[in-house]
């Protein structure tokens, strides 16, 4: 059984930074593609970012981009996404997914494993 869980989420100030971490479990995890999405209340699940099997594809939501970085080290069967700048309307609950593919999606409905979540609140 495939189990993802995330860490890492927690009260930070405006500008400042996090870094989650979601470490799998249950079976291969080199060769799937991993992403990180996010929902914040009353809005729908949206993708953040994405990384292939061997980090050589990445991609970034637009809100994401310059501010984000995803990154993974299979030998720890860990995906991270560090988030630098943070603002206000980062507040959300952070989970990581698994795409039972190496290819990339930002469909919600790509992924076949979730984990349960970490909350990030960005506030002064």
């Known amino acids: 059984q495939v189990q993802l869980v995330e860490s890492g989420g927690g009260l930070a100030q405006p500008g400042g930074s996090l870094r989650l971490s979601c470490a799998a479990s249950?079976?291969?995890?080199?060769?799937?593609?991993m992403a990180w999405f996010r929902q914040a209340p009353g809005k729908e699940r949206e993708f953040v970012a994405g990384i292939s099997w061997n980090g050589g594809r990445i991609y970034y939501a637009q809100s994401a981009k310059g501010r984000f970085t995803i990154s993974r080290d299979n030998a720890k069967n860990t995906v991270y996404l560090q988030m630098n700048s943070l603002k206000p309307e980062d507040t959300a609950l952070y989970y990581c997914?698994?795409?039972?593919?190496?290819?990339?999606?930002?469909?919600?409905?790509?992924?076949?494993?979730w984990g349960q979540g970490t909350q990030v609140t960005v506030s002064s």
């Open positions: 249950g079976r291969t995890f080199s060769d799937r593609f």
């Open positions: 997914a698994e795409r039972r593919s190496i290819s990339y999606s930002t469909l919600m409905s790509a992924y076949d494993y």
